[in-house]
């Protein structure tokens, strides 16, 4: 039989995650899984993912991280490992130093010699807060030593790297993957089923997105092979969590009259240049995402927009004058 006409399927592109048990790195790898091989690696927190190979690692150890790269030669690597707690970065400066830098330099330092793109996640918190609308032009200047990690982070990406992506990301919700595994937002949801109350923060004002938004967003930079780049990935508008748990009741059809306005710990560092006084005397994380919007030709949600997505993602039903009624219709991603 004559082979001529016999078609051969495209190999697919590797992506390796470092941190592939923390809540994004999973959430990642469940997206890519379908369009890439994908392999990642976690240190405290075993895991295993159908279809996804996890290997132990400790970024801190140089001859591991280039182990790893060496064996799976990855074509893009994604850094999702480190320390996202503002209160925990505060308590453990040094370990988050670690963590959140020095294990990025390594892992970037072994893409350089294995030719794999870097991907790094950071977030709106590399700035102090300001009342504006903030652009990836303008300097870092974080008041919170989580913040500060991730702005020498970017510092050293966007310096030694040939062959990067920086994502400064809003706050990313939705459900950990792994049984074992509880986000904030799942945490939020359980206080919101069981009609318990609660006091939520009205002092810090960031965007709000779907974790997914920013999977879709990565794989839309993979396929166009865009390089040496930083984009804001936020919801088009900001709340405070407050003003998020109030949304969230309304899309999700849910009672409000349990949520209360707080004010949560967040620790600025000593060091930290002292904030412009707002009116309303609040922080304000707000990202211009008109550079990612123009480049890739996307439209970005709102957060109300964000959570009837996710609505839908899983499938919710919504109560309506005691009975319940479906909104799982497909939507337009973006």
């Known amino acids: ?134 652009l990836e032009m303008d300097i870092p200047d974080p008041n919170t030593s989580y913040g500060r ?12 790297s040939l062959n990067y992506l920086v994502f400064r990301v809003c706050r990313l919700y939705g459900r950990h993957i792994l049984p074992d595994g509880q986000t904030w937002f799942e945490k939020f949801q359980k206080y919101i089923n069981g009609r318990e109350n609660m006091t939520v923060d009205d002092y810090i004002n960031v965007g709000f997105l779907d974790v997914s938004y920013i999977a879709l967003i990565m794989k839309i930079c993979f396929e166009k092979n865009v390089q040496n780049r930083l984009f804001q990935v936020s919801s088009n508008d900001k709340l405070t969590f407050y003003d998020f748990a109030k949304t969230y009741a309304k899309v999700f059809g849910e009672s409000d009259h349990m949520i209360s306005k707080g004010r949560w710990s967040y620790p600025v560092m000593a060091s930290a240049h002292s904030n412009a006084a707002s009116a309303d005397n ?51 991603f973006i």
Request: hydrophobic share 35%; aromatic share 12%.
């Open 282 to 332: 609040k922080l304000h994380f707000k990202m211009d995402v008109s550079n990612v919007e123009g480049f890739l030709n996307i439209k970005l949600p709102t957060v109300e927009e964000s959570l009837e997505f996710t609505f839908r993602r899983y499938k919710g039903v919504k109560k309506v004058g005691g009975r319940q009624s479906s909104q799982g219709d497909a939507i337009s």
């Open 149 to 160: 990690t991730q702005a020498s982070a970017e510092f050293y990406i966007q310096k030694s």
């Open 1 to 134: 039989m004559s082979n001529e006409n016999t078609v051969l399927a495209p190999k697919k592109k590797t992506i390796l995650i470092f941190g592939i048990s923390s809540f994004v790195g999973s959430s990642l790898a469940e997206f890519f899984k379908r369009d890439y091989r994908v392999v990642g690696t976690y240190n405290d927190h075993p895991i295993s993912i159908p279809g996804i190979l996890t290997l132990p690692c400790d970024v801190l150890v140089k001859e591991e991280v280039q182990l790893i790269l060496f064996s799976t030669r990855p074509d893009i690597t994604i850094y999702a490992a480190g320390m996202s707690s503002i209160i925990d970065c505060a308590l453990e400066e040094k370990k988050a130093e670690a963590l959140n830098t020095s294990g990025l330099f390594n892992v970037t330092e072994y893409c350089q010699r294995y030719k794999s793109q870097i991907v790094y996640i950071s977030s709106n918190f590399v700035f102090s807060g300001e009342d504006k609308s903030y």
